[in-house]
């Protein structure tokens, strides 16, 4: 059963006649004869091998021989296959094809340090160090097929090496630089990895973090990775396994800075991205060279409006798959990135709007979370510091709520800059849903699917929905789509392809307001029901923020023998607020008056942190099993773990 949908208001932004002629997708559209963009999403949907042909043509990739066909589905809509015959890759196109000063003397990454030190790589020095680090792969024996891992912080030579992985047809496995050991051994366990690139040791608040004795912990009694690489990053000595470690710059020591690109087959493995699972060991998705970077740039391009111009900051890590979103995004575009290593809230909060400001960023993407820790510290940490090159403003990772919304538009984008909501997976390839620059933005808001998404809202028959909350799903295979998970083809196909026939259902429940406008309101498996009523964690937990002493909030629903499940909300206060029982009981009648008195949570409980993953997505499903004392499943994603024994805390106080 579906509950009426009531989110929303009035619209915030509108696109300027500056921000549509100037667009990419404008541009886009003008040169396909596409009037409106309510025509490029008919089109997109219903004729995907002229879009997806076109998307290449837009991205001007080389094949070394042309597909014979752009869509294969013998084999079944959930194994479709693309760009069928097509020999390639990617690495030639993001950076081999790029000749002439102009291009070669373009920067591609500019770099911040935590402690200040700060590089700049252009496309032909970022080249030139792929191309010798590839030699140097070669030379120990690895190559095509070879599962190759990355364990590296943000540096440049962590695009360096994804880029040299990926030139000679190995497969690259990002994890995230964060993990501990067991997370670790377990994605090159199932991986079957060859050889790891890590570092020494990476900077946080001034402290250096070990990383080279967390991969020694993780490869003990692993005898598939026969070379560890090390990068010397912080300078500090490190265990060593004579014969199976190397560093860095000994192995790249006089390579030729010249290097043939793998041919590879346009659907061979180019990249295997591990997410967690509620339960049991984390889900691989497999990507191919015609995938997920193809997918990524679409977006950046036709959503993002990335140009050459643009200098490109995304909040994360390349464990998580907007980093080799970003970085192949954008160097299939051509643009710039900024990667910085280190803490946004050290040595001051104003960490990152000075990043916009040295380093010009002119499309900023972060988090929810990120900017409601952002709202805490207030807006003075904003003052001083220049963010007019900003034109863009991107967010991805989990559900809006109103208020901080409107503070990141209102008090970074000035009410005048885009905020281009993006929503989707790392088995996506990037965005199911997300914003553009023709279409008008509400808070919280989607202009509705990505161009080429064949996306709806169904209900529990899979029948589309409108104004009401149901399942987002897509109709139609897209070229992003990961092509299963590693060696467990079974898993994939139960998890997106059990539910309605051929249909992909996302696990997100979303809607569509009386303005066509979409909203994602969660996990559907994080979904609470009180008393026959179905609502989203999101509703609860935008009230709860609303308050002026939250700051963030999680909202879970746990079991009741009468209603069959009651809330509980968990808060993270502002400074100068005291968690007591006089505002546990307003913070109660307060999400009543807004949602109604069966709504009314059971108990709201103070904490110092919510359990997060790196790119900063609340783990609703730890924090209720954490509450309720159930087994706590892959907690491999975990940024900060010393946020479980507070929710336990207050369970025990609950129950005593």
Excluded at 187 to 194: M, P
Excluded at 293 to 315: C, H, R, S
Aim: proline share 6%; glycine share 10%; aromatic share 8%.
């Amino acid at each position: 059963m579906t509950e009426p949908f009531q989110f929303g208001g009035e619209i915030a932004w509108r696109p300027t006649p500056a921000y549509v002629e100037q667009s990419r997708i404008k541009r886009f559209m003008d040169r396909h004869g596409i009037a409106s963009f309510e025509q490029l999403m008919r089109r997109s949907s219903a004729d995907p091998d002229w879009f997806w042909a076109a998307i290449l043509d837009e991205l001007q990739i080389e094949f070394y021989r042309p597909y014979a066909k752009m869509i294969d589905t013998t084999g079944g809509i959930p194994w479709t296959r693309w760009c069928v015959g097509g020999v390639m890759n990617i690495a030639h196109n993001c950076l081999d094809k790029r000749t002439g000063p102009s291009a070669q003397e373009r920067t591609a990454i500019v770099w911040e340090g935590e402690d200040g030190a700060t590089r700049r790589l252009t496309y032909g020095e970022l080249e030139r160090e792929v191309n010798r680090l590839a030699n140097a792969l070669r030379e120990l024996k690895l190559g095509k097929g070879d599962v190759i891992a990355l364990y590296l912080p943000m540096v440049p030579e962590v695009a360096v090496a994804l880029l040299g992985i990926v030139k000679i047809g190995a497969i690259a496995l990002p994890l995230f630089s964060g993990y501990g050991a067991d997370a670790v051994r377990t994605r090159l366990a199932d991986a079957g990895a060859k050889a790891v690139i890590t570092c020494d040791g990476l900077y946080r608040r001034g402290q250096i973090i070990a990383m080279k004795p967390v991969a020694d912990e993780a490869l003990r009694n692993l005898t598939s990775v026969e070379r560890v690489i090390v990068l010397q990053r912080a300078g500090t000595s490190v265990p060593w396994s004579a014969g199976r470690d190397l560093w860095w710059h000994d192995i790249v020591a006089g390579q030729s800075d010249d290097c043939m690109s793998e041919a590879t087959a346009a659907e061979d493995p180019l990249m295997i991205i591990y997410t967690s699972g509620t339960t049991g060991k984390p889900k691989g998705a497999l990507h191919t060279h015609c995938g997920f970077p193809i997918k990524a740039a679409q977006d950046l391009a036709l959503g993002f409006d990335l140009k050459e111009t643009d200098t490109l900051y995304w909040v994360t890590d390349m464990g998580w798959m907007m980093g080799p979103w970003e970085v192949f995004g954008a160097t299939l575009i051509g643009a710039r990135m900024l990667f910085y290593d280190g803490a946004l809230d050290y040595p001051a909060p104003d960490r990152l709007w000075s990043l916009v400001d040295r380093h010009g960023v002119t499309i900023l993407g972060v988090s929810p979370t990120l900017v409601r820790a952002q709202m805490r510290h207030g807006d003075r940490w904003l003052d001083g510091h220049d963010l007019s090159t900003l034109r863009v403003l991107g967010s991805t990772g989990e559900p809006w709520n109103p208020e901080p919304w409107r503070w990141f538009f209102e008090q970074v984008g000035k009410k005048r800059l885009p905020i281009i909501n993006y929503s989707g997976g790392t088995e996506v390839s990037g965005g199911i849903v997300m914003g553009n620059l023709l279409t008008p933005i509400k808070p919280c808001s989607f202009a509705g699917p990505a161009p080429g998404m064949a996306a709806d809202v169904v209900d529990e028959q899979g029948r589309s929905l409108r104004q009401e909350v149901g399942e987002l799903v897509v109709r139609r295979p897209w070229i992003g789509m990961t092509r299963g998970f590693w060696q467990d083809p079974d898993r994939y196909l139960e998890t997106y392809w059990s539910r309605f026939s051929d249909i992909w259902v996302h696990g997100d429940w979303a809607a569509i307001d009386d303005d066509g406008l979409w909203y994602i309101l969660g996990r559907s498996d994080d979904t609470i029901k009180v008393a026959g009523k179905r609502l989203g964690p999101a509703e609860i937990e935008s009230v709860l923020v609303d308050h002026p002493a939250v700051s963030e909030a999680a909202a879970i629903g746990v079991p009741d023998a009468i209603r069959g499940e009651a809330v509980v909300g968990f808060c993270v206060l502002k400074p100068d607020h005291a968690g007591n029982g006089s505002l546990a009981n307003e913070l109660k009648e307060h999400v009543a008056r807004a949602l109604g008195k069966p709504l009314m949570p059971e108990a709201i409980e103070f904490v110092a942190d919510l359990p997060k993953t790196r790119n900063a997505k609340v783990m609703r499903r730890v924090v209720r099993a954490a509450y309720l004392g159930y087994e706590l499943g892959d907690l491999s994603a975990l940024e900060n773990p010393q946020s479980i024994e507070e929710i336990r805390l207050a369970a025990r106080h609950r129950t005593s």
